[in-house]
C-alpha cells in the first residue's frame, strides 16, 4: 500500500471507526489497557491478529517477530523486544492467556531450510534470529525429510509453534503461573487460505 493510500485509509479511519468508537478510546485512555491475551505471532503482512480474532483495540497485547520465536530465558542475554514483551505481559499486565500463533506459508520457517551466506551483512541480524530456531530445523528433517519440501514446511511451521510454547516454560514468571493454574498457554496454527485456526493439543501431542 501506498503512502497515499495509508493516508486516505487513515482518513477513513479517523472519519469513522475513530468517531462511532471514541467512547472505547476514552476508556483505554482514562483506565489504561487490560489486556487479557498475550498474542506472540510473525509479523508476516498476511497475519494481523486483531482481524483474525475479530477484537477490539485493548484486547490484544502483540508480540510480533519474524517465525514468531521466544528465544529461551536467558538472564545473561542481551535485551531483546520480544522477551521484555512477554514478561512486560506476564508480570505487568498480568495477562490469563498466551497464544503462539504460528501460520501456513511462513518465509521464516522456509528459511530455515535454505543457505544464506553468512558473510551477507544486509541480513546479519536475520542470520542470528533464524538460529533460534535451528533445534525446529532439526526435528522437523528428521521427523519427515527433505524429499517433500511442502511436507517439510508445513512439519517446521507446527514444530516451530510447539518449540516457542517449551520456550515459553522456561521464563520464570511463565512457569510459575502455570502452576498455579492462572495462566494458559497454548498454540494456534493459522491458514492463510482460508482463515482456518488448528490448535495445539499438548495432551494428544498434535494440531486438531
Request: proline residues 5%; contains cysteine; aromatic residues 10%.
Amino acid at each position: 500500500m501506498s503512502t497515499k493510500a495509508l493516508i486516505k485509509s487513515y482518513q477513513e479511519f479517523k472519519s469513522n471507526y475513530a468517531k462511532d468508537r471514541s467512547d472505547l478510546l476514552i476508556d483505554l485512555v482514562e483506565n489504561g489497557q487490560h489486556p487479557k491475551t498475550l498474542f506472540i505471532t510473525c509479523s508476516d503482512s498476511r497475519v494481523a491478529p486483531n482481524f483474525i480474532t475479530n477484537t477490539e483495540p485493548g484486547d490484544l497485547f502483540i508480540a510480533r517477530n519474524i517465525g514468531n520465536f521466544v528465544p529461551p530465558f536467558d538472564p545473561k542475554a542481551e535485551a531483546s523486544a520480544t522477551p521484555a514483551a512477554i514478561e512486560y505481559a506476564v508480570s505487568a499486565l498480568n495477562v490469563e492467556n498466551i497464544i503462539v500463533c504460528g501460520h501456513t506459508e511462513c518465509g521464516a520457517c522456509k528459511s530455515l531450510h535454505m543457505d544464506i551466506p553468512e558473510d551477507n551483512v544486509e541480513m546479519t541480524n536475520v542470520i542470528k534470529w533464524l538460529k533460534f530456531a535451528d533445534t525446529v530445523k532439526n526435528k522437523a528433517l528428521a521427523s519427515v525429510g527433505d524429499k517433500n519440501p511442502k511436507a517439510l514446511y508445513t512439519e517446521t511451521e507446527k514444530l516451530n509453534i510447539i518449540e516457542q510454547i517449551e520456550n515459553l516454560m522456561t521464563y520464570p514468571a511463565i512457569k510459575r503461573r502455570v502452576k498455579e493454574g492462572n495462566l494458559f498457554v497454548q498454540g494456534w496454527y493459522y491458514h492463510l487460505l482460508n482463515g482456518d485456526v488448528e490448535y495445539y493439543d499438548h495432551v494428544e501431542d498434535k494440531f486438531l
